[in-house]
């Protein structure tokens, strides 16, 4: 599995004189961006988790880019000036942990290129091109089995030419540390050493380099005038190519499954696994993890991962983490609290529900005095009902159980990932989720949150089901990093995809999208006289519940059908009280989709 890339940005770029005297060759704009963030975003798209930049020359433009992306690290190259690429790529060694994509930083390239590195048989790859033409060429020599023997940019020293390097490589951390070796070794007679010289000096010692070749690949090296006019010239092509990959667009408003990116969709397409190797038990570990940093301060959080919708997430916590002597109370104000009592009672746990209005805010002070009337040891609660947008007080709630000692179980699973969460600072010692709904992954893994403290009592608990049990799939994973059984595997690198994009996004800015899409569906409401259910201020910004409208003529099918017809899935509503349709604005999509939405809905609406 290729997790890093490393890009090596520290060159001065000088044969593009002016352009590059105040600023590094990669920010030379193609398109309307600088070439190295379109790098960047497609590396991210393919599945790099991290991107390790080496800078040099005007090494604060990528101090700036590395604020935007959070999965970039910096390593400077302070003797850029006197040092060739592999002084360089040096610099970054320390920071690579295993196999990682090798990039320059003037490249402009199809990113199929990296789904081919991705996807080779072979540890050390370089790709290589057909002729060119660019006056610039890296010749590779390959031997009969097509390994590297030599690069030369005098096409008369190579006898067996296989083709052009292209600056895209995936090499070995072995490798690596051979390369470095080799520039070590050769500091002084030859300072300004270029990476494939030390990698074609110990392709020919201790590691095979082996040579891929894309005869048509689009691609162009920007090293000079010349080479930026026809960079320019090729980028349409490259746009054409990458579109041509792209999935038909539906956008779901829908409380969940979320639209996805199609680079989580293109995620799942990858080579089969027994997910009992090594391999995948890293990819299941990171996912734990990073889930684990996005629900809680480090450290202090477990994530137990089941497949299996939010559902079982939720029958895992009720199932799971109460003893036989604890007392329940469940708050129920939308079908997933009562989803939670149902669920309380088919195990017979002792369990109250305290019953409220599904579009009223709750009243903290009755549940408080509620919670204190009996020997509650347990509460559980849904943070957002995703029936109607209600948004409860969850964590003020929580804490006050904190403080009388009750332990808390909380239904995260529309919140989680649009909503800052820390559980310490909440009081939510178990907390569900799932990864089709904010994280925007596939449907199909469930996890459970769990603080450490809260979790370890349940070791002595009994055990109510089998599947789903909290310990035992938590002790087995920890021993074994495995799932007790089969998981889903394709689903978990969607997931290990769409952990990526929201690390690259942040929660928070995940959150003001979300919330600006909300923002322009409640303006257009409000211009059509529709009304809301549940009263602003309560609303979780999420998902917003409309009272159907009042003409005879309203029928939702007809609505949904006029939708469908836009590429947009609506959802009726779920309520007894009131009849409403619901709109949710979760999942990978953009305010301007939204507004296209309320175009459709005001069309409908003048048909009434
Ligand atoms: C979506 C959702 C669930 C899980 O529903 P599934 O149909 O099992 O995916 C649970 N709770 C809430 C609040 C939800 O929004």
Redesign the pocket.
């Known amino acids: 599995m290729i997790r890093q890339a490393v890009i090596m940005a520290g060159g001065l770029g000088s044969r593009l004189k002016d352009k590059t005297a105040l600023m590094p060759k990669g920010f030379i704009e193609i398109g309307g961006m600088p070439i190295v963030e379109q790098s960047v975003r497609k590396l991210f798209a393919a599945g790099i988790e991290e991107i390790i930049i080496g800078t040099g020359h005007c090494a604060e433009w990528y101090e700036r880019l590395a604020v935007q992306y959070p999965g970039i690290r910096l390593a400077k190259n302070e003797g850029y000036a006197e040092t060739g690429s592999m002084g360089t790529l040096a610099c970054c060694a320390p920071l690579v942990y295993g196999d990682f994509l090798l990039l320059e930083s003037d490249l402009l390239y199809d990113a199929i290129g990296l789904t081919v590195l991705i996807n080779e048989t072979h540890d050390n790859v370089l790709l290589a091109s057909g002729a060119t033409g660019s006056g610039d060429e890296v010749y590779l020599e390959s031997d009969a089995a097509g390994f590297l023997v030599r690069n030369s940019k005098n096409r008369t020293a190579i006898v067996r030419l296989a083709g052009e390097l292209v600056g895209i490589s995936r090499v070995q951390k072995y490798a690596l540390d051979q390369m470095v070796s080799y520039m070590n070794a050769h500091r002084s007679d030859e300072p300004k050493m270029e990476y494939e010289t030390a990698m074609s000096a110990v392709s020919t010692q201790s590691v095979r380099i082996f040579i891929r070749k894309i005869e048509y690949f689009l691609w162009r090296e920007i090293d000079d005038a010349s080479h930026l006019t026809m960079a320019e010239a090729l980028y349409p092509k490259i746009e054409e190519a990458e579109s041509l990959r792209q999935i038909r667009r539906e956008v779901l408003l829908n ?2 499954p979320a639209t996805t990116s199609d680079s989580v969709k293109y995620a799942q397409v990858c080579a089969d696994i027994c997910p009992r190797e090594t391999e995948f038990g890293e990819v299941m570990e990171w996912i734990r993890a990073e889930l684990s940093c996005m629900a809680g301060k480090s450290g202090s959080i477990e994530t137990v991962l089941f497949g299996g ?4 997430a ?1 029958e895992v916590m009720l199932s799971s983490c109460i003893p036989d002597t604890g007392k329940l109370l469940i708050v129920d104000n939308g079908a ?1 609290g009562t ?1 939670f009592a149902k669920i309380a009672s088919v195990y017979k746990l002792n369990f109250d529900v305290f019953k409220s209005s599904g579009f009223t805010p709750l009243d903290t002070e009755a549940v408080k005095a509620k919670l204190l009337e009996s020997a509650y040891t347990h509460f559980a609660i ?1 943070y ?3 029936t109607t947008g209600l948004l409860n007080p969850a964590p003020e709630l929580c804490r006050f159980c904190h403080d009388h000692g009750i332990t808390t179980i909380v ?1 995260a ?2 919140a989680f990932a649009a909503i800052p969460i820390d559980m310490d600072r909440e009081g939510f010692d178990f907390m569900a989720s ?1 990864s ?2 904010n994280i925007q992954g596939m449907a199909g893994v469930a996890f459970v949150f769990c603080r450490k403290e809260a979790l370890e009592p349940l070791a002595s608990y009994p055990m109510r089901n089998y599947y789903l049990n909290l310990w035992d799939q938590y002790q087995y994973f920890k021993k074994t990093r495995q799932t007790r059984f089969t998981p889903p595997v394709q689903s978990l690198y969607a997931l290990r995809q769409a952990i990526i994009e929201t690390k690259c996004e942040t929660i928070e800015k995940r959150y003001k999208r979300y919330s600006a899409c909300w923002e322009r569906l409640v303006k257009a409401v409000r211009k059509l006289g529709l009304t809301m259910l549940v009263p602003e201020e309560a609303q979780s910004k999420l998902i917003t519940a409309i009272i159907d409208p009042a003409s005879p003529k309203y029928s939702f099918e007809d609505l949904h059908e006029l939708a469908r017809g836009h590429g947009f899935t609506i959802y009726p509503g779920k309520l007894a009280e009131a009849n409403t349709f619901r709109i949710a604005n979760i999942g990978d999509i953009q305010p301007d989709e939204m507004t296209t939405f309320t175009q459709v809905l005001e069309i409908y609406m003048r048909t009434l």
Do not use: C, L, W
Not at 309 to 312: D, F, V
């Open positions: 409380p969940g919708s939010g559902t079982a939720d997933y989803r849904v957002h009902e995703t239904d699973v529309s799932t089709n709904k």
